[in-house]
């Protein structure tokens, strides 16, 4: 990933990485891709709530140069209609990009977590 130096990164850039961290999510349960998400997302200052795509990257994306330090996902239930994905938010302070978590390098504030069996994840 080129754009994990402090740049500011767009929000179809922060949408298109999102995605891809969710797919790993995914692929962690051992789980098929379904056709659509919902997304179970806790923090940034509001109760926990399902929502769609688009909401989520409205609450999850604060602008060009400030982010989120960490960005938990994990595959909380999936099957080949919908995946239900768990979405994290820290409590830190918001920062640059070049200050999330970004471990594995290029995937910025977005930390991908296993289910602790994926038997979890149907």
């Not at 740049?7 to 995605?19: G, H, I």
Request: charged share 20%; net charge positive.
């Amino acid at each position: 990933m080129k754009r994990l130096t402090g740049e500011p990164m767009d929000k179809l850039a922060f949408r298109s990485l999102f995605l891809t961290q969710v797919q790993s999510a995914v692929a962690l349960a051992g789980s098929v891709r379904p056709s659509s998400y919902r997304f179970e997302l806790h923090g940034g200052g509001k109760k926990p709530r399902l929502c769609d795509l688009d909401s989520a990257i409205d609450d999850m994306y604060l602008g060009g140069d400030r982010f989120y330090r960490v960005i938990t996902i994990l595959a909380k239930s999936v099957d080949t209609d919908v995946g239900t994905i768990f979405v994290g938010l820290s409590g830190h302070e918001p920062s640059g990009l070049d200050k999330t978590w970004n471990q594995p390098p290029g995937v910025g504030p977005f930390h991908v977590v296993a289910p602790l069996s994926s038997s979890n994840a149907r």
